[in-house]
């Protein structure tokens, strides 16, 4: 069950959105995803950050989701684990559309999460931490952040078109279940074992 588990984080899963009716990209805390194409980008945040960087000529662009902003050394785990930590998400991300030819010098950048929706974790506002962390790195990378909305009190759905830039954004101030804040909680848990020194 656990490997099943780890096998769904691996991947973001594709899906055809009826409503905006266009091919999409669910991203899940620990994912990125970049295309070339009009795939939409996806994904739901409590205290964990997405940041959507495009490059604004070529429209090459893509989506993170990540927590916890520090560096983990841990010879036991893959790369793939690294993009669950935000450094790591970030400069994946980044490489991965240079990669695919996009250019540095045309890169912005619209960040949004970082809600303080995880009880329990009041010593450690992850939220707040998380969406400092995504500030500091666009300023220290010299991404212009050209949208934001970060920190508050709830939850967002966020939908991202990289080759137009365009990002619809849902706040979610009541939840129906407590999917969002458990996965978050797991993620969390999960990190948190994994962190030495």
């Known amino acids: 069950m656990a490997n099943e ?7 973001p899963v594709p899906y055809f959105d009826p409503y905006f009716q266009r091919a999409a990209v669910k991203l899940l805390p620990g994912q990125y995803y ?6 939409m980008l996806v994904t739901t945040l409590g205290s964990c950050v997405a940041a959507c960087v495009r490059d604004t000529k070529s429209g ?6 990540f927590m916890l902003p520090a560096v983990i050394r841990d010879d036991q ?21 240079y990669n695919m030819g996009a250019n540095p010098a045309h ?5 949004f999460g970082g ?6 974790f009041e010593q450690c506002d992850v939220g707040s931490q998380n969406a400092r962390f995504i500030e500091q790195f666009m300023e220290t990378h010299h991404i212009p952040i050209v949208a934001r909305d970060l920190y508050q009190d709830y ?5 991202f078109l990289p080759q137009s830039g365009e990002v619809c954004m849902k706040r979610i101030r009541r939840l129906n279940n407590t999917t969002i804040i458990d996965r978050e909680k797991q993620h969390r848990s999960c990190l948190s074992r994994r962190v030495v020194g």
């Open 155 to 159: 939850a967002r759905k966020v939908y």
């Open 34 to 39: 970049v295309t070339t194409g009009e795939t």
């Open 107 to 111: 890169y912005e950048a619209k960040v």
């Open 77 to 97: 785990h893959t790369v793939k684990t690294f993009t669950k930590y935000g450094v790591y998400a970030m400069q994946t991300l980044l490489e991965t559309m």
């Open 115 to 120: 809600g303080k929706v995880l009880d329990g």
């Open 60 to 65: 090459i662009g893509g989506m993170n989701h």
């Open 5 to 11: 588990a780890q096998k769904l984080y691996e991947v």
